[in-house]
Structure formats: structure tokens, C-alpha cells
């Protein structure tokens, strides 16, 4: 009834522990005013809240201004003296929020300044989120931010025998309200462990789980066992072992049998020797052979290493076929040759060794090498030599022969001459020449090796008379005019053939239909044209054109890389005289195999040696006279393009990618220009070298391989890589060099996608409908639109409106040069940038929410994330990046490509939308 009500009430101090903000929720009544007579002017319905932080319990020191005011608390109901006596007295209650707090605990307290009321309750406490259990990590106790927007990021620990996936910590966020978001990152089971719930459980006695990575344990391979749980491998039977480089989920395997069958054959001081395969390989694949020799004594025998002087073709040790030759042993000699099988895990044996022995007495040996040559005298057409006998004739000999050829011919093409003496005259040379020589003698034990090269150049011959062009000048007119007429000719039916349309020229494409006119100049066909091996009866002799013969001694296999078609793919070394190695990569043909895939092998070689170009793979050269055939070309350190570019995901620039296009685009045009159809573009078939040099591969006859994955599409004469083939080729089997453009446009997509499978996940039969209906596949993410639309003008239905490989590469000269170029499109098509839109395409200017949209693409999952982030309406989203679709926290590299290629789709068809005057 008292004016200038101040009463106070306090509690005691509150240690406020790890909390930051501070929930109090107030449960009080309060009387009307209207409903006390005579207290108008001094009666209030509100009371005031106050706190004060400090770092301990002060007492009643606290004077009322150090309390920091909170809010003035009002009512939402009030009773009335009736209510009272009939009890219904209305509760009120309100929450209000204190933080951050900074000091170890705080005081609350209410000030009444004249109010009638009863604070019932006072609850004071803070927010925070319960552990838990995800993706095998647990999260303790976390207590909330300071701010109501704040969220508390805690790193997750593995549960017990889990671990850290790789750069895959696990981590939640706790959010402002007390609730887990979305885990990111995740633990995985150790070796030996398999999860079972929210745990990881060891695997059971007979099972094993090698890595981290398995899902499930499973069962011991054969011939292994274990007797204990969690075990990450099993040990191997008695007999049985594993070597070093077998994972665990390689069974034990043991050494194989001895060789079977072992025979030979002797001439003089050289040993051939075969055998057949062990009976059993002790369950591996990787058996080789090795050759031990010895040389004995005939009585009493005893056996003594032959020591560095023989020699072992292909080698001693190491032999994948089942045979060798020995060569330089002594004549007349006793010897014995052990060969014996061995496989990955012989050398862990330790059992007794199996092989095949043989005793072979020698013969009388050939001469040794004549190395002292002389030249007596050079004459213009005529040189003449002289020698020293071989310092180890090993017999009388009867003759000698001397080989020569011209230097610039190297040994392909040579001569021989022979003679009873030391000495000997070559004639019928040509003047100004050089010449090789070489020498060996024959004995009735046959011929020895060539002796060293010896070079000699002939002398030069007088100068002809050179006749004066004024002693037929009637010729010469002639000729000139005749010149004349053939080049107007061809300049009159190049312009009427060249006529531009959409940009590029309308040349038919066909084969060796391709003189043109481009760029204001007549383009011929090359003097230079690819003729096909197949228009040879003898095969052998196209391969013997086209390839250089190799000696197999110049040839190191290091490691087999791959398999292909018709054997192993290596890495080796190549050294020829007088040269240094390189480093190569080496095709061979498997043992067994017929004439046909003989054939069918060397085709490719007789195809690649007509090629010289820096951006087509360099042919080294061919073995065919030795075992096993090869086919051996540059080593491209880098290997396919595609794999490449998946491996080094984003990590390049625009332009590093239009120059290896470009790298491309140049190889093809030297192709085209041969008269050469590739058929078979593609990223897979591009190699990529240590300097990111691009080089095409793959010019088998085949073409595409029965078991490629690709090929799936069959028509009459084989099956086709639909995804990269052009439209005329799938349905009438029409390849020219238009159709490679196509393909090219297929490579062009995958390099700006990082090697993605065109298409994605369509069927075949879904392509080529897709494509017959006008469906051209989307830009990739961040491709300029000028990249893009070359690759449409690739893939115009029309092969006529096709650029040629000369064009394409100009385009991407200019680019290069100019790479403001990249950002607008080049040529003078009118039909629209963006790809046409496939009808199964969904329509994203139809959702009504962003909500609607991630359902759509079924990346619901990241309803908050987007939510959180304050993306509210589809056009937001249509202005996003890759960096605004990371710092969402999504991090599958497979979910944000998808999310942007929607994006991106989106942001397409309402681009189209605001072209066509529709209002979006």
C-alpha cells in the first residue's frame, strides 16, 4: 500500500561449471491491480530480473548497482480476488537467457517495486549435447556454444580396436539447442576386427581381415589356418608358404615339380635346350626357369661353374619360355645343365630342390672374330681391304666373307663378297659414299661371329656437264604449261568443294577424298599416304617395310605393366650400338599362339611405323626372328589419359588442359592428312608422358577388342564404342575422319571432366536414342562456353558441318594465345550454346522448394546443410560454386560433383528460360 516499493530478493551463488549461457525459467503469479481498491499510483504487475557474475561467493558486499539488469518480467495473466477464493489463481512463466558468461559463477535477483506476487519456482540451467555412439566413434558430453547460432565442433575418438579412416577424421557439430548434426568422417574396424553394431568384434578362429579397409572378415585361404581370434592373416600349412609380395588373401602355395621332357640340341660349341612345364606349378602362375651349367672333367668327373664366359639367349635365369641357348663354350668339352622350375615362394622352401639334368659333350667351335682390318686402297666405285687371320681359328679355314652396305641403309640391306685369302676388292660401289664393313671366316665347324664395323666412304666422281635449259626450251614450255593447267584445275574444284558452311569447311571426309580448300590456300593430300598391310599377301614383308628389326639382346625386360590383346605389356630398356637406352615399353606375343594372331600382332606394328609424329606414339622397332616376337615402342611414363586425369582430379589450369587437347588434335590432323581412320578415339587411348605430352595409341586392325567393356553395341563387321562413336558409324558402319572429329568431341569432354565416364550411367541403347533425338552431353563443371562449343560443333548430326582436324587445332592455337577466347564461343553457328536438353533431364525451374530439388536428385541428406547456410530459394543455389557447395560441409567428392552438374543444369535451363522471354 507503501509508495516506492524496492524489495529484493536474492539466491545464493551459482558455480556456473563449463556452461557459457545461462537458461532461467521463472513460474510466478500476479494479482490485478484493477482488483486492489485504494493502490492506485503505487501498485505495479512487473518485477525486475538482475545478475551478477563473480569468481567466488562475496556475501551481502554486493551493493545493488553492480547487478547487471536482465529484463523487467511481465505477466501474461493476472487473478483477481475471486480467483483467489475460488482457486484459480493463473501461473505465469517465462524464460530468459544470461550469457556469455566469463567468471566462475553468478547471483541471481528479483526487484519488486510494488507488484503483488508470488514467484513459485526459479529453475536455473544450461544446454548440452549427450554423448553418443556414430560411424564408431564416440562423442562425450559437449556443452553448447556461447551464442544461439554458435556451433561447438568435437572431434569423435574410435571405439575400441577401431581406428581413423584416412584423411577422414570423425567429427559432429553440437548445435546451440543441444542436438548432434551431421557426422562427419567416421572410424573403421582394425585388422582382425569386424564391426557388429555400434562396436568392433574380432574375427572368429578360421577368419581373418587383413586391412582396415575390408567390410567382413573372411575365411583362411587354402592351405592356411589360425587357432586365435582378431587375426589380420592366416599362417600357411607345413609345405605350403607365401612370399613376401602375396597379400594375405593369397592362398599358400609351394615350389613346383621338376621341368619334364628336357632336350637338346648340339652345333659345335652352341646348345640349344627345351623342356616342357612342370606337372605341378605348386599353385602359382608366376613359374620362371634358370639354367645351371657346369663343365667336367671326363675322368674322374668333377664339375666346376662355367663361369662369365658363356652366354644365355635369352638368359639363365628368370626364363618365362622353356627354352635358352647356350653359346661360347669350349670345344670338346664335357658339360652338365641343371634346369629347374622355380616360382614366388621357392627360395622359402626348404625342401630339396626338383629340376631336369642333361650331359652334352661339345663339338669343334667356329673361329673366333677377324678384328684386324686394313683398308689398301679407295677408289671411287671399289675399295680394297686386307686382314689378319682370327687369333682362335679352330680349324683350317676355307674362306672368308665380308658383308657390306651403305651406312644410311644401316644392315636392312646389305651385300656380301667372299674370298679364299687375307685380302679382297669390293666393286660396283657408289661414288661419294659410306660404306660398313664386316668380316668373318668359316671353318668346316661353320662360320664365327662378324667381326667390328669398319667405315670407309668412297671418293668423289668428276663433275657432269650440266646442260644449259636454252638447248630445249620447247620442253621446258611445255612442261611449265602443262603445270599451269593441273594447278588451276585443282584450285578451281578445291574452291567449289571448300564452300564454308556453319563455320568449316564442307569437304566430304571420305578416306582419300580430302583435297580442300582451307583458309584461302588449296590443301593437297601429302606426298606421304598410309597404305593398309592388309592389301599385302605376305604380311612379313609390310612389317619388314614399315618397322626396324630388332636384336633381342638390345632389349631389357624390367616389369610387366598390363596385358593386352595377345600377351604381357613390359617396361624395359632399349640400347642400341652406338647409342644410349631409352626407356621403352615392350608388347609381346604369348607363347602357343597361331599364325593368324601372329599376323594380326605385327599389323599393328606395320601400321605404327608409318607414323612419325610427336603427338602419335613412336614405334622402336620389332622382334620377329627370336622368341618371344615383340613389338616395341617409346614408354610413356604417365600412361592413359583417362586414369591420368582421374588421378590428378582439379589439379590443372584451363589452358594445361586445351594444350593437351591441342597435343591431340595435332596427332589426329597428321593421321587425317595420312588418309588414316582411327576408329577408336579415346581417352583411354591416348598416353601421356612425364613432360604431360599427349601421344595417340592403339592402331590395331582390330580396333575394339571382343572383351572391351565398351564395345557392347554389336553390328554387322564387329562391335563399336557407342559412347564415342559418331551417329553414321553405329548405324551404317560410315567411318572417315568426320566420325574421328566426333570422338575427338567425346575426348574434349572427358579431359574437361577429368576423365568421367561420358554419359554416366545411360545404357548404350539410351545413348544412341539420346543422340538420335538431339541430346548433346552438358558442359562439364567450370568449362569455358568457347571449350564447349567446339566440342557441339564436334558432334553436329551432319559430318559435313563437322570442323577438320586443321581447324581444331587453329581454334585451340587461338585460345591458347588469347585465353579471353575461352570465354565466348568460336565460329558462326546460330544454333544455342547449351546442350539440348534430354526429355528424362528433370526440369528444375518446376521445383517449388530447394527441399524439392535435393529429393529430386536424391541428395536429401544435405536438406540442412543448405538450410543452415541460408540457401532458401532455388536461384541462390543456381549462383553457387564448388567452394559454396564444400564450405556446406559436404565432402564426397562423388556427392559434389553431382550436386554441381545440377547446378549447373539448373542454372541452364533457366538461362534458356530468360532467353526465350518465359519468366522464371
Known sequence: MEPNQNNWLRTNWIEKGNAQRIFVELKFTLRDCNSLPGVVGTCKETFNLY?????????????????????????????????????????????????????????????????????????????????????????????TGSEFSSLVEVEGMCVSDAEEEADNSPKMHCSAEGEWLVPIGKCICKAGFHQKGDACEPCGRGFYKSSSQDLQCSRCPAHSFNDREGSWRCDCEDGYYRALSDPPSVACTRPP??????????????????????????????????????????????????????GYSPAQSGLVDSYVTIVDLLAHANYTFEVEAVNGVSDLSRTQRLFAAVSIATGQAAPSQVSEVIKEKVQQRSIQLSWQEPHQPNGVITEYEIKYYEKDQKDRIYSTVRSKSTSATVNNLKPSTAYVFQIRAFTEAGYGTYGPRLEITTKEEATAAIVSSEQNPVIIIAVVAVAGTIILVFMVFGFIIGRRHCGYSKADQEGDEELYFHYGYIKFPGTKTYIDPETYEDPNRAVHQFAKELDASCIKIERVIGAGEF????????????????????????????????????????????????????????????????????????????????????????????????????????????????????????????????????????RVIDDDPEAVYTTTGGKIPVRWTAPEAIQYRKFTSASDVWSYGIVMWEVMSYGERPYWDMSNQDVIKAIEEGYRLPAPMDCPPGLHQLMLDCWQKDRAERPKFDQIVGILDKMIRNPNTLKTPVGTCTRPISPLLDQSTPDFTAFRSVGEWLEAIKMERYRDNFTAAGYSSLESVARMSIEDVMSLGITLVGHQKKIMSSIQTMRAQMLHLHGTGVQV
Open 51 to 143: 545478475y551478477q557474475e563473480t569468481d567466488s561467493e562475496v556475501g551481502r558486499s554486493l551493493r545493488e548497482n553492480q547487478y547487471v539488469k536482465i529484463d523487467t518480467i511481465a505477466a501474461d495473466e493476472s487473478f483477481t480476488q475471486g480467483d483467489l477464493g475460488e482457486r484459480k489463481m493463473k501461473l505465469n512463466t517465462e524464460v530468459r537467457i544470461i550469457g556469455p558468461l566469463s567468471r566462475r559463477g553468478f547471483y541471481l535477483a528479483f526487484q519488486d517495486v510494488g507488484a503483488c506476487i508470488a514467484l513459485v519456482s526459479v529453475k536455473v540451467y544450461y544446454k548440452k549435447c549427450w554423448s553418443i555412439i556414430e560411424n564408431l566413434a564416440t562423442f562425450p558430453d559437449t556443452v
Open 257 to 310: 615339380s621338376a621341368p619334364q621332357n628336357l632336350v637338346y640340341n648340339i652345333n659345335q660349341t652352341t646348345v640349344s635346350l627345351e623342356w616342357s612345364p612342370p606337372a605341378d606349378t605348386g599353385g602359382r602362375n608366376d613359374v620362371t626357369y634358370r639354367v645351371i651349367c657346369r663343365r667336367c672333367s671326363w675322368e674322374p668327373e668333377e664339375c666346376v661353374p662355367c663361369g662369365p664366359n658363356v
Open 567 to 702: 600377351g604381357e605389356v613390359c617396361s624395359g630398356r632399349l640400347k642400341l650400338p652406338g647409342k644410349r637406352d631409352v626407356s621403352v615399353a615392350i608388347k609381346t606375343l604369348k607363347v602357343g599362339y597361331t599364325e593368324k594372331q601372329r599376323r594380326d600382332f605385327l599389323c599393328e606394328a606395320s601400321i605404327m611405323g608409318q607414323f612419325d609424329h610427336p603427338n602419335v606414339v613412336h614405334l622402336e622397332g620389332v622382334v620377329t626372328r627370336g622368341k618371344p616376337v615383340m613389338i616395341v615402342i617409346e614408354y610413356m611414363e604417365n600412361g592413359s589419359l583417362d586414369a591420368f586425369l582421374r588421378k590428378h582430379d582439379g589439379q590443372f589450369t584451363v589452358i594445361q588442359l586445351v594444350g593437351m587437347l591441342r597435343g591431340i588434335a595435332a596427332g589426329m590432323r597428321y593421321l587425317s592428312d595420312m588418309g588414316y581412320v582411327h576408329r577408336d578415339l579415346a581417352a583411354r587411348n591416348i598416353l601421356v608422358n612425364s613432360n604431360l605430352v599427349c601421344k595417340v595409341s592403339d592402331f590395331g586392325l582390330s
